[in-house]
């Protein structure tokens, strides 16, 4: 059974950066869209970005434009987020999802991995 891992997260203070990493765990699998959400305790899990399998077509949440970047790495099985000038807001556990659609809907994702944590501290 295919699934996704994630890498990268950790504690950052208001203003530094932080690079997620996520793949999936055979190297046969290589979805046509990747993404991440973030999701904080309590509350939905929220679209961040995602892009298709060549980087060709990026999407992001209003809050982050600007300031993340998401890439697929040279295996097409996966992505990375580089998360810039981070904010005490941007704290959450971040996920990385798989799909065959860009979309924001968490439900067009059928794969998924475990979640990663990331704090920002003001």
């Known amino acids: 059974q295919v699934t996704l891992v994630e890498f990268g997260g950790g504690l950052v203070q208001a203003g530094g950066s932080l690079r997620l990493f996520c793949a999936a765990s055979?190297?046969?699998?290589?979805?046509?869209?990747m993404a991440w959400f973030r999701q904080v305790s309590g509350k939905e899990r929220d679209f961040v970005a995602a892009?298709?399998?060549?980087?060709?077509?990026?999407y992001y949440t209003d809050s982050v434009k600007g300031r993340f970047i998401i890439s697929r790495g040279n295996a097409k099985d996966t992505v990375y987020l580089q998360m810039n000038s981070l904010k005490s807001e941007d704290t959450g556990v971040y996920y990385c999802?798989?799909?065959?659609?860009?979309?924001?809907?968490?439900?067009?994702?059928?794969?998924w991995g475990q979640g990663t944590q990331v704090t920002v501290s003001s």
């Open positions: 892009c298709t399998w060549n980087t060709s077509n990026t």
């Open positions: 999802a798989a799909g065959r659609v860009p979309s924001r809907d968490r439900y067009e994702y059928d794969m």
């Open positions: 055979t190297r046969t699998y290589s979805p046509h869209v």
